[in-house]
């Protein structure tokens, strides 16, 4: 195999726990240390084969945030451990159930140890993470976010800010829309161009992809929207 040459070369690797397998060849110890990040949205089958591969393992994710998605119903999961008589392993390893963080925390609290906290945060204003802060972290988390690097505006203030719009949900198919909210959101956005801040760039989010499509066309159907660099996404 070429991989103890390429690993000279290239020590540190970057892959999902699936794209894996189209580059790494399954062998024991391949690498020094694995490093896996989001672990609280990673299931625990699909990192097997990564663990099989390293020497050593950092767990790192945050059990406050979701769980991989599974289209794998509770009641088929307990069967299938039936059938494989592993029902023992079930309330551990379910994989409808359980993160590859579940698992690490379980390990390290049953050799009475205590995950590390990383708690200091850097990316939001005060006024977003204080919310998760005190309602998740137990007032544990310590905000160093400069504050100066965020733009001030008479439009939006940085931190949030709460437009509440009487619209109403229309569904057309299998997502949604707001008509309503999606003239609002234009207007904020022509607001903050005419407050010189058309050199700035902007990002707006949906949980519905119908909304996402009508505000991109409503951008998009806007002269003078157009001409701003903002991008449209849904939260997924």
Not at 61 to 82: M, V
Not at 116 to 145: A, G, P, V
Request: hydrophobic share 35%.
């Amino acid at each position: 195999s070429c991989m103890p040459k390429l690993l000279e070369y290239f020590p540190a690797w970057v892959v999902t726990n699936l794209s894996a397998k189209n580059s790494l060849p399954l062998v024991s110890d391949l690498y020094d240390l694995l490093v896996i990040d989001e672990a609280s949205q990673c299931d625990i089958a699909s990192v097997l084969p990564l663990l099989y591969r390293a020497r050593r393992v950092v767990i790192i994710g945050d059990p406050k945030q979701l769980r991989h998605i599974s289209i794998l119903k509770e009641q088929e999961d307990k069967k299938l451990a039936g059938k494989n008589k592993i029902e023992k392993l079930y309330v551990d390893y379910s994989y409808s159930k359980n993160s590859l963080y579940d698992l690490g925390e379980r390990i390290v609290k049953s050799n009475n140890q205590a995950p590390i906290l990383l708690d200091e945060h850097y990316r939001s204003h005060e006024d977003i993470i204080s919310f998760s802060n005190q309602y998740f972290y137990d007032n544990n988390l310590k905000i160093k976010t400069n504050p100066t690097n965020f733009i001030e505006s008479e439009v939006t203030p940085p931190g949030v800010l709460w437009i509440d719009v009487k619209g109403k949900v229309r569904y057309p198919g299998n997502s949604c829309y707001n008509t309503e909210e999606i003239t609002e959101i234009a207007h904020v956005l022509k607001k903050l161009k005419d407050n010189n801040m058309k050199n700035c760039s902007f990002g707006v989010v949906t949980f519905f992809r119908e909304q996402k499509e009508r505000i991109f066309d409503k951008i998009n159907s806007s002269k003078e929207l157009k001409e701003i660099n903002i991008s449209v996404g849904t939260a997924h």
